[in-house]
């Protein structure tokens, strides 16, 4: 059978490998002109490439290990030692080590060993979400490990990653963060990166799906999907006029019997006719908000700080992490050049998702000077930024409830998206496996290949 997979994220062409698989011929549509979706990478000069957004691996990640092993690629990711620190009080404050946690004065000295206690407590614990699910990030936080622990730590967080609805927040959400930071060796977090960055391993899958007899087609959106599994794909260079399919010109269409969809809800929505789907169910996908991640990268001339990532606890800084990725891969691995990102969350319509790349670090450099004093526009060689919509589920209380399912009300259609993955957080491990089950769940309603 012929089915058309729109996203060429990690999920969409995870599906589309293993629909190939089951032998159906397989067409992955993206709206992007390169494949990864939110894992795409840039051409940053020099023969290297970098993600848009950072990305890294847990030792815990075990699915997107699994498929670079069948790939042929078991040594492509490397295990390297990880460097945390928060800032807050004027200072980078190292948050590696138990040890870190007892040195970490903005906290009262019994505040620490409490919040210790509890993180371990999760980390060690069964690992059941249903009783995080039920009780906000900051009614359990405040409880457990005390208010001092929401008011330095965790509130200043939250707020950033999740603004004005960070007292919205389950803790189911920051459970399964501290469940994926376990790893195999408490002594000492290792993070796992692919040495040519992900995108070997996006080609990889799109040679297995043409291999198949199928198509991987970038830089070629979806415009509108019928009842019938007609799909309109946008023209070239419709990336260029934002998400929305509604502005997209288009081309000729192409009839399928079925689609797996992997866009975000509300361009899900855009793309389809009128009737396709019942309003009950598009209102349960519709009910689920997302946060857009801006990304500013910068490549500078020396090393900003001694650290991997630096979580932001001072809330008048304008901007909510800094992941210095040379601090991880190695500076040498890209002839000496260094790469730091600047990231944020913001709520649509937020006045920093407008500003181009110069503006936006404008508005940061103060902020970045309030981490190192020492830093200068003249130590920036070239900078780019990105923005991605549906970045951030925004995970409150209730959540599974609003999920929709992957099966919808009309047979052949499947969505699988960032909403989906839960009680984990959205990243490149839980994309592989989020790809793998919208793959199960269609071939459950497909005859066998030759049947």
Wanted: aromatic fraction near 10%.
């Amino acid at each position: 059978m012929r089915i058309a997979v729109l996203g060429a994220g990690v999920a969409g062409l995870t599906a589309g490998l293993r629909l190939t698989q089951a032998g159906h011929t397989v067409d992955v549509y993206e709206r992007w002109p390169g494949l990864g979706g939110q894992a795409a990478t840039i051409d940053v000069g020099g023969g290297h490439r970098l993600e848009r957004y950072y990305h890294h691996l847990f030792s815990t990640d075990r699915h997107i290990a699994a498929l670079y092993d069948e790939l042929g690629m078991p040594d492509e990711l490397e295990w390297l030692s990880s460097s945390v620190a928060y800032f807050a009080d004027g200072r980078q404050w190292p948050f590696v080590t138990p040890m870190d946690l007892l040195r970490f004065k903005p906290l009262p000295p019994l505040a620490r060993v409490r919040l210790g206690a509890a993180v371990l407590a999760i980390q060690r614990g069964p690992g059941a979400p249903g009783p995080f699910e039920r009780v906000t990030a900051r009614a359990w936080i405040e409880r457990y490990m005390g208010k001092d622990a929401y008011r330095v730590l965790w509130g200043p967080l939250l707020r950033g990653k999740f603004g004005e609805r960070a007292d919205d927040i389950a803790m189911v959400w920051l459970q399964n963060k501290f469940r994926l930071r376990r790893g195999d060796d408490a002594a000492e977090e290792k993070l796992g990166y692919p040495k040519r960055s992900w995108e070997p391993l996006f080609h990889a899958l799109q040679e297995r799906i043409q291999a198949g007899g199928g198509r991987v087609l970038i830089d070629r959106p979806i415009a509108r999907l019928s009842a019938d599994f007609t799909v309109t794909p946008g023209a070239p260079n419709s990336f260029r006029r934002g998400h929305d399919p509604r502005a997209f010109d288009t081309i000729e269409p192409e009839r399928y019997d079925a689609v797996l969809a992997t866009l975000p809800s509300d361009v899900f929505e855009q793309v389809l006719e009128p009737g396709v789907l019942p309003e009950a169910y598009l209102a349960r996908a519709r009910s689920i908000e997302y946060f857009t991640a801006l990304c500013l990268l910068l490549e500078i001339d020396r090393q900003f700080s001694p650290y991997y990532w630096t979580n932001i606890g001072d809330e008048t800084l304008p901007f909510v992490g800094l992941i210095e990725h040379t601090n991880l891969m190695g500076a040498e691995r890209y002839d000496g050049r260094r790469f730091l990102y600047v990231a944020n969350y913001l709520p649509r319509g937020h006045e920093l998702l407008d500003l181009d790349p110069e503006a936006l670090l404008a508005r940061y450099t103060p902020g970045l000077k309030a981490i190192n004093p020492a830093f200068e526009r003249a130590w920036v060689k070239q900078i780019w930024s990105h923005r991605e919509p549906a970045a951030q589920p925004i995970v409150t209380v209730g959540y599974r409830d609003k999920i929709p399912p992957m099966k919808t009300p009309r047979r052949g259609l499947v969505l699988a998206n960032t909403t989906q993955i839960f009680p984990e957080d959205r990243g490149t491990n839980y994309a592989v496996r989020e790809g793998e089950d919208a793959a199960r769940a269609m071939l459950e309603w497909l005859p066998r290949s030759g049947a």
